[in-house]
T-cell receptor, first 112, second 116 residues
Framework: DAKTTQPPSMDCAEGRAANLPCNHS???????VYWYRQIHSQGPQYIIH???NNETNEMASLIITEDRKSSTLILPHATLRDTAVYYC?????????????FGGGTRVLVKP | ETGVTQSPTHLIKTRGQQVTLRCSSQ?????VSWYQQALGQGPQFIFQ???????GRGNFPPRFSGLQFPNYSSELNVNALELDDSALYLC???????????????FGSGTRLTVV
């Protein structure tokens, strides 16, 4: 079972920031938070990951709360091409067979 | 271009038949995983291989089997196909063993299997 909880859907205006929440209240100390997205008819695409500190790359920013029980993915300037299903995943690093456990994700629709 | 290529892109098989799906990963990607994604659901982990040996398996019956080859290609085989096996099958590869916090798995675009 997925260890994360996400809202099933959200809308966002083009050009505005999109803030995607994720709850992972049972996260362990050796589990990272990963975000992937899946655009229709494509495989999931890696976005960003983090352990404790906030992270930023060319695609997005990841804000992790101090207690690590929740996080927020921020798409700073959403475009129509950001319309996708976004998955928040917790994953152990260092274990053999350390799979990705996907939940239902958040379906994000960016509107003009 | 993702660096992970899957073939075929679409496939229709009859219940009871066997199917082989193929995946070609990037050089150096010693870890490969396979996922099944039913319509409207998130991907479900089938199994993972590291250097040609299975090192993790999800809740799938033995009729789902796999192979990984030294040239960074792999196969997913499904025997005795059932209607519920209709899904998108995704291959994902990772550089090394995945024991460090790398940038993440690279997924292919998948094979859409329909069982009739």
């Amino acid at each position: 079972d997925a260890k994360t909880t996400q809202p099933p859907s959200m809308d966002c205006a083009e050009g505005r920031a999109a803030n995607l929440p994720c709850n992972h209240s049972t996260i362990s100390g050796n589990e990272y938070v990963y975000w992937y997205r899946q655009i229709h008819s494509q495989g999931p695409q890696y976005i960003i990951h983090g352990l404790k500190n906030n992270e930023t790359n060319e695609m997005a920013s990841l804000i992790i709360t101090e207690d690590r029980k929740s996080s927020t993915l921020i798409l700073p300037h959403a475009t129509l091409r950001d319309t996708a299903v976004y998955y928040c995943i917790v994953r152990v690093i260092g274990a053999a067979g350390n799979k990705l456990t996907f939940g239902g994700g958040t379906r994000v629709l960016v509107k003009p | 271009e993702t660096g992970v290529t899957q073939s075929p892109t679409h496939l229709i098989k009859t219940r009871g038949q066997q199917v082989t799906l193929r995946c070609s990963s990037q050089s150096g990607h010693n870890t490969v995983s396979w996922y099944q994604q039913a319509l409207g659901q998130g991907p479900q982990f089938i199994f993972q291989y590291y250097r040609e040996e299975e090192n993790g398996r999800g809740n799938f019956p033995p009729r789902f089997s796999g192979l990984q080859f030294p040239n960074y290609s792999s196969e997913l085989n499904v025997n005795a196909l059932e209607l519920d096996d209709s899904a998108l099958y995704l291959c994902a590869s990772l550089y090394g063993r995945g024991s460090v916090a790398t940038y993440g798995y690279t997924f292919g675009s998948g094979t859409r299997l329909t069982v009739v």
